[in-house]
């Protein structure tokens, strides 16, 4: 009698056991594909941020050519480049 007491005793602690690492593997799992959907989203997102970035300093870099244009253009209609020392 003590004996199967003892073996039953001892079969619901690994029952509970055996659950208990399911329930942890599973909610593992989930965490993983929770995790994953976010990292592709976020990797999509990352690119989507370059592209604007991209064109900003595409912008930058037009608007800046623009300005030099201007400032060779003013410098050389006044007269101030006769004054050039460095000739």
């Known amino acids: 009698m003590l004996y199967t007491l003892i073996c039953l005793l001892l079969l619901a602690v690994l029952g509970t056991g055996g659950f208990f690492a399911a329930h942890y593997v599973v ?3 989930l965490a993983y594909k929770a995790l994953q959907a976010d ?5 999509t997102f990352i690119g989507e941020q370059a592209e604007v970035i991209n064109s900003y300093e595409f912008e930058r870099n037009e608007l800046q050519k623009r300005l030099d244009y ?6 050389e209609e006044n007269g101030w480049s006769q004054f050039d020392m460095n000739r």
């Open 39 to 43: 990292h592709e989203d976020a990797k």
């Open 70 to 75: 201007r400032a060779q253009k003013t410098s």
């Open 27 to 29: 909610s593992l799992q």
